[in-house]
Nanobody
């Protein structure tokens, strides 16, 4: 059974940093794209960042230069380092694995985690 589990969320002041982790189990994802999405209250889920099998990375414009996605294939884990956090980054962050259809920015991933809350206070 494949599982994708996020961790590392929490409460941080504006300008602070957090590192999210996403641990996958049940199969290897070393040849699969993995991504982070987020959903703020009352808003639709949106793409944050993605990393493919060759470790090429993709970001939404509002997080470029502040967030960094990386992966450790030996640990079947993907990370999201978030620096210079802003109140508008407050959301539940979801990890997604194995792109089934669409492009990296779409929600067409096969596996999803339950999410981890990130709250940035002003």
């Amino acid at each position: 059974q494949v599982q994708v589990v996020e961790s590392g969320g929490g409460l941080v002041q504006a300008g602070g940093s957090l590192r999210l982790s996403c641990a996958a189990s049940g199969r290897t994802f070393s040849s699969s794209a993995m991504a982070w999405f987020r959903q703020a209250p009352g808003k639709e889920r949106e793409f944050v960042a993605a990393i493919n099998w060759s470790k090429s990375t993709y970001y939404r414009d509002s997080v470029k230069g502040r967030f960094t996605i990386s992966r450790d294939n030996a640990k079947n884990t993907v990370y999201l380092q978030m620096n210079s956090l802003k109140p508008e980054d407050t959301a539940v962050y979801y990890c997604a694995a194995d792109l089934a259809y669409g492009n990296y920015y779409s929600a067409g991933y096969h596996y999803w985690g339950q999410g981890t809350q990130v709250t940035v206070s002003s």
